[in-house]
């Protein structure tokens, strides 16, 4: 821990190094993200029209143009906010020889069933956590699963090279692809395959079953983990991420073992909270509303998966997706603070733009972006059938693309990176446009003389942020002062202010709502960082600019602004935190407060929209201010 002293003399260092470092190096960036928030519906911002369009406009073109040259390949798109509470955007392409189908339907909708291979691993994932929570995630799956047991004690003394090490193998592990464990299950290998020079292999003692006789399964539990438990380990658990299906059936297991109900029994509980009437665990009882290229058998629209279900033998429709989407964003089901858990990554892959969770494929868009937004997805694939689901939390949206046909994957690869950029900088292009109408402007208390200045600006952390462009406290430059108490040589170095939000809501006095930010303090370089004749005399400890740049690198680049939140606080509350008092029915931003203060927060005078309603309500709500903290310390600045 730091006393105030020892944080005033960092505070000393970072800003003799923010003197010798470039700009663009000494500003701290995000505390977190995003930057600005989603407040509002996207629906009716000229920047989400604009994406909209955008989007139409391209996949026409694509479709125009003849780069789809498949005539088998259908496809569903769909875009949606939690804010608006359904679509933003949705649009179907049924294949040329899709309306000669004898199975199924003949054009598709958003009420067309497609398989959608492994975002069943996410169903999976919600069924376990809405059934019992990750209180057991962190548990062995030897504790759940007795089969498993009993080959870790027999293969304890075994070679790390021949025998899993089931015990050290969670829950947790298995559902984010860090349990070092076997792919799939391989069916009854043909003996015709000796003649290619392998050697001979015993037979089996189980029978396996299958509905394609190229993909055959044990038939019973005992027989698969028969199977799992003679195959040697990929890699220690927790070593590296390593892409199983045979995890999730292990997790289920170990589900029905915790929760004392049959696995189906448990998804079709979670699908009927969720009122998904169109998603399907097994093959759905009639086949109208299916989506089938060329045919059944060629398309594997029927073929039964065996233990490979959890991880990928669902069925679902575009509408469905949606719903399913929007009751993650939403907290539906799962509580704010498991979501939360949740929406993290577990682990990462080699390159630079991927982290894994679970069972999540978490992107970074741009991918070359210093400060990206991460976007929670899901891919599948199983037969003909491709699918991608996309989640962004930060900006409470996600897409859906189902596909069918013999270029399905390429349709869903090409067509998640084509929607994510433009969706991500569409909403934050609204997100922009809803800060400059709702946070933006004047506030003031003229008894006290006070006033602050917030505009929405673009600048080197992460895009548009709100700023703080002046703070006058009671007839002081407050900025300045905050300055020279956090020991700062303002005659070099001014004081920087860009509040970011925490996503923090509370009731506020009479009838409003308070939303919580974090003011971000960067220093801002105001003059030259070295003697004009580039002498050393008076400071011998100024380092050469061109030396300090050439040696900069992920250490130095690394971001520092979630290090400075909470910094300093005074009789219990942080000088960063600011909480903007807004109207429970419209949103509308009334007043703003930095709460260290404790005084009666500025309230709203100019800036964004619609000032002539804002200040009437203002007018009302100050006629019904009482005072706060009477007895709060007189600390002002």
């Not at 906010?81 to 899709?98: I, Q, R």
């Not at 539906?332 to 858990?341: E, G, M, Q």
């Not at 004047?442 to 703070?471: C, F, M, Q």
Request: hydrophobic share 40%; net charge negative.
């Amino acid at each position: 821990m730091l006393n105030i002293r020892s944080r005033l003399r960092l505070l000393a260092f970072a800003t003799f190094f923010a003197q010798h470092l470039p700009l663009s190096q000494a500003q701290a960036c995000p505390p977190f993200t995003p930057n600005l928030p989603i407040s509002r519906p996207l629906a009716g911002t000229a920047a989400i029209a604009a994406t909209i369009q955008n989007i139409t406009g391209l996949i026409d073109a694509v479709l125009a143009e003849g780069i789809i040259s498949d005539n088998d390949t259908s496809f569903s798109v769909d875009i949606y906010s939690l804010h608006d509470g359904g679509s933003l955007f949705t649009y179907h392409y049924s294949a040329p020889n899709l309306q000669h189908a004898t199975e199924g339907v003949t054009s598709v909708d958003s009420n067309s069933i497609y398989r959608i291979g492994s975002i069943s691993k996410v169903f999976t994932v919600y069924t376990y956590l809405a059934s019992s929570g990750d209180i057991s995630w962190n548990e062995p799956v030897t504790k759940y699963v007795p089969e498993l047991a009993k080959a870790a004690s027999s293969t304890k003394d075994d070679s790390d090279l021949d025998a899993v090490r089931w015990d050290d193998i969670t829950l947790g592990s298995l559902a984010s692809h860090l349990a070092g464990v076997i792919r799939d299950v391989q069916g009854n290998i043909p003996s015709s395959l000796a003649v290619l020079g392998l050697p001979p292999v015993p037979e089996t003692n189980g029978s396996y079953c299958g509905s394609d006789p190229q993909f055959q399964f044990p038939c019973d539990r005992a027989f698969l983990l028969e199977t799992i438990t003679a195959r040697h380990p990929v890699v220690a658990p927790f070593h590296a991420p390593i892409y199983s299906n045979l995890a999730f059936q292990l997790l289920a297991f170990a589900l029905e073992n915790i929760t004392s109900t049959p696995f189906d029994e448990l998804v079709n509980t979670t699908l009927s909270d969720i009122h998904l009437n169109s998603t399907y665990f097994h093959l759905p009882p009639s086949a109208d509303n299916a989506v089938i290229s060329i045919n059944d058998t060629y398309s594997w629209y029927s073929t039964d998966l065996g233990p490979l279900g959890p991880g990928g033998s669902f069925y679902s429709t575009i509408n469905d997706l949606r719903t399913f989407g929007l009751s993650i964003l939403n907290y539906t089901v799962l509580s704010p603070a498991l979501t939360r858990r949740w929406l993290k990554p577990h682990t990462f892959l080699a390159d630079a733009y991927t982290s894994i969770g679970a069972p999540w494929e978490i992107f970074s868009f741009p991918p070359d972006d210093r400060y990206p937004t991460r976007v929670y997805a899901k891919s599948g694939a199983v037969g003909l059938y491709a699918s991608e689901m996309a989640l962004v939390p930060d900006y409470n949206v996600g897409f859906t693309i189902l596909a069918v046909g013999q270029i399905s994957s390429a349709i869903t690869t090409i067509g998640s990176d084509l929607i994510g950029a433009q969706l991500i900088a569409g909403v934050k292009a609204a997100a922009r446009e809803q800060a400059e109408k709702l946070y933006a402007g004047i506030y003031e208390d003229e008894a006290t003389n006070s006033t602050i200045k917030l505009s929405v600006v673009e600048d080197a952390r992460g895009g548009p942020s709100l700023h703080v462009d002046s703070w006058i406290s009671n007839g002081l430059d407050a900025k300045a002062l905050f300055g020279l108490l956090l020991g700062v040589d303002t005659t070099v170095m001014e004081l920087d202010f860009t509040l970011f939000p925490t996503g923090l809501t509370g009731k506020g006095p009479n009838g409003t709502n308070l939303v919580s930010w974090r003011a971000l303090y960067g220093l801002v370089l105001q003059g030259p960082t070295a003697p004009a004749d580039n002498s050393t005399s008076q400071n011998p400890v100024i380092i050469n600019n061109s030396i300090l740049e050439s040696v900069v690198g992920p250490f130095s680049l690394s971001c520092s602004g979630w290090a400075a939140v909470d910094a300093l606080s005074y009789g219990g509350i942080a000088f960063d935190e600011v909480a903007f008092g807004t109207d429970p029915q419209t949103g509308d931003v009334l007043s703003v407060e930095l709460r260290v203060l404790r005084s009666e927060p500025l309230e709203k005078v100019s800036g964004g929209s619609g000032n002539s309603t804002l200040l009437k309500r203002v007018e009302n709500l100050r006629s019904k201010m009482v005072k706060r903290h009477a007895s709060a310390s007189p600390f002002v600045l």
